[in-house]
């Protein structure tokens, strides 16, 4: 990919994946970038589709046109939401910029350092469901393995409690 910034944003479609990429949309991106939504999926035992072919790298560059259609992404096991699409939709057709969606299967902390590498991306913003300190203990936090682990900057949006 030819171009200026390559600025990924993880999304799985909650409420505070959503909030990090409109933070990015609003704060980070600018008119030439490429904006690259990764999305992590449960690691399993795919008998059909794409996921069976890409499991291990990572499915291509999915274009928008293409990440809006929910025949084609039903491959790929992702069903992205209205409010996501709203909004990558719009940073495209406002600021001149590229949006493509990539799919990994596994475990989110390590596929999305992968990514960093693989892709390669200039700098990665990520939501923080704002676990409690028992449940990060129990089912550890993504954003913080991301930030200690990645290798590109990486921006923690949070989710406030008010918002959760």
């Given at each position: 990919m030819e171009g200026d910034r390559r600025v990924g944003v993880a999304v799985d479609f909650s409420p505070c994946s959503k909030k990090a990429l409109k933070w990015a949309v609003d704060n980070l991106i600018r008119n030439g970038d490429h904006l690259i939504l990764l999305t992590i999926r449960p690691e399993g035992n795919y008998e059909t589709g794409e996921m069976q072919l890409w499991a291990v790298t990572g499915s291509p560059l999915?274009?928008?046109?293409?990440f809006s259609d929910s025949t084609i992404m039903k491959k790929y096991g992702v069903n992205p939401d209205p409010e996501t699409l709203d909004i990558a939709n719009?940073?495209?057709?406002?600021?001149?910029?590229v949006v493509v969606m990539k799919i990994f299967w596994g475990d989110p902390r390590e596929k999305i350092c992968e990514a960093i590498d693989k892709i390669p991306l200039s700098c990665l913003v990520i939501g923080n469901r704002g676990l409690g300190k028992i449940k990060r203990v129990i089912m550890g936090s993504v954003s913080n393995y991301v930030v200690n682990n990645g290798t590109c900057p990486?921006?923690?949006?949070?989710?406030?409690?008010?918002?959760i």
């Open positions: 999915i274009p928008l046109h293409e719009t940073a495209a057709n406002q600021k001149q910029i990486v921006t923690v949006v949070k989710q406030t409690d008010h918002e």
